[in-house]
């Protein structure tokens, strides 16, 4: 009987051990699975770095200078003496109109100017001969050696040879004048470089006729290439930081690992619509020049750009008319500052501070305030409110990496 009762005992204990661990089991799972998890956090330390504000914007090459060589000759283009591409200096001989319109009109002038002098010469003794018959007359008259009737006659056909005398000398004035012009008309059938520079573009062959009436015919066209313009285009949402002076860059697509740096020397201060629309004010000023009124660039009449434009050099010829380009406009620079993940920062406070949040020693959120300064939008320079090295919170997590700028192990 002792040993079944004994026996009991063993079964009972086993009994009450497994019920006790049933028991703390369930209250572990229960607690596991109705309890919420602990939140956890992408954290990155504040660290050193040089932080660039830049806008990035798009932009074309364009030469520093350019003409249209025109001509004021009316003709047939006679010959060409340049090529595409064409280095010329100013004065040097593009193209030649023939001149025989030109000239022909020139000697007209010159034998209309031979004759005149001629009539003058003529005039000139004519007008000796009737002022010293006035004047032998009026010696007459003070001896009553003639009448009146003959002084008044030699006085008017004295009077009458010098007016013909000075009409005369308007008439050959228009005649050396007219003779100028047919000169310079001459001058026009020979088209001469007006600037340094390269053919850029040829637009009338030899053998084809240009008529120089009421519009200047263009030849070709002349650019200067040893610095090029960059015309960029900005945006609306980031031209109020753009100003003259800043510092610009730009790679170009075939050669992005090469960069050309410059300075701003214009930024618009209509909008690039303004200038290609019209503009003006007033109920009816829909168009005209420099931009769209009565708001016709405002929300509704599409992207708005604003141009700025910057020099570069160009000695090398590698830069081309035309290209397009990659333009960075340095806003602020900061060198070695202390910096954090833009997207640590949270609300902006009426101070002009931003709130982040920090993890203390046992894991609990703390929140500070920061000055901010200089802002790429990855990181944010920090003036003041955190020391290097501190951890601020940058997102929650399932996991808990640590990333971002000086990412603890």
């Known amino acids: ?48 770095a040089d932080l660039e504000n830049v806008v990035l914007a798009m932009g074309t090459l364009q030469p520093i200078r350019e003409v249209d060589v025109g001509t004021r000759a009316t003709g047939q283009v006679k010959s060409l003496k340049v090529k595409l591409g064409d280095h010329v200096r100013a004065g040097d001989l593009l193209a030649e109109i023939d001149p025989v319109l030109a000239e022909s009109a020139l000697q007209e002038a010159q034998a209309k100017l031979a004759d ?75 088209i001469l470089a007006p600037i340094d520079g390269e053919v850029v573009a040829v637009l009338t062959q030899e053998g084809q006729t240009v008529v120089a009436s009421q519009i200047v015919p263009v030849i070709l066209k002349l650019a200067q290439l040893d610095r090029m313009i960059v015309k960029t285009q900005i945006g609306e949402a980031d031209i109020d930081g753009v100003k003259v002076g800043q510092s610009a860059s730009f790679v170009t697509m075939s050669d992005p690992a090469k960069r050309y740096y410059g300075t701003l020397r214009m930024v618009d201060v209509v909008p690039q619509s303004y200038s290609e629309l019209g503009g003006g004010s007033g109920a009816g000023a829909s168009q005209g020049k420099g931009g769209g009124a009565g708001g016709s660039t405002g929300a509704g009449a599409g992207p708005v750009y604003y141009n700025a434009l910057f020099d570069v050099p160009n000695v090398d010829r590698i830069l081309r008319v035309g290209k397009t380009v990659e333009v960075s406009i340095l806003l ?20 002009g501070r ?40 940058t997102g929650e997590l399932t996991s808990a990496p640590r990333a971002g700028l000086g990412a603890s192990p």
């Open 1 to 48: 009987m002792k040993r079944i009762s004994g026996l009991g005992a063993w079964r009972s204990s086993v009994l009450l051990f497994a019920l006790a661990v049933a028991l703390i089991g369930f209250y572990l799972g229960r607690e596991r699975l109705f309890s919420s998890p602990a939140p956890k956090y992408l954290i990155a330390r504040a660290a050193r």
């Open 116 to 190: 005149l002098d001629a009539q003058k010469r003529s005039a000139v003794a004519k007008f000796r001969k009737s002022r010293l018959e006035s004047e032998r007359q009026h010696g007459l008259i003070r001896g009553a050696a003639t009448s009146n009737r003959d002084v008044e006659t030699a006085d008017a056909q004295r009077e009458a040879d010098e007016g013909s005398l000075a009409s005369l000398d308007a008439q050959i004035s228009q005649a050396r004048s007219r003779i100028e012009t047919e000169t310079a008309n001459v001058s026009y059938t020979k």
């Open 332 to 351: 602020e620079a900061a060198k070695g500052v202390l910096a954090i993940p833009t997207a640590a920062l949270g609300e902006l406070a009426a101070d």
């Open 354 to 393: 931003f709130t982040v949040q920090t993890l203390n020693a046992d894991g609990k959120l703390q929140t500070r305030q920061i000055r901010a300064g200089v802002s790429n939008h990855a990181l944010t320079e920090v003036l003041d409110g955190l020391n290097e090295g501190e951890e601020v919170v």
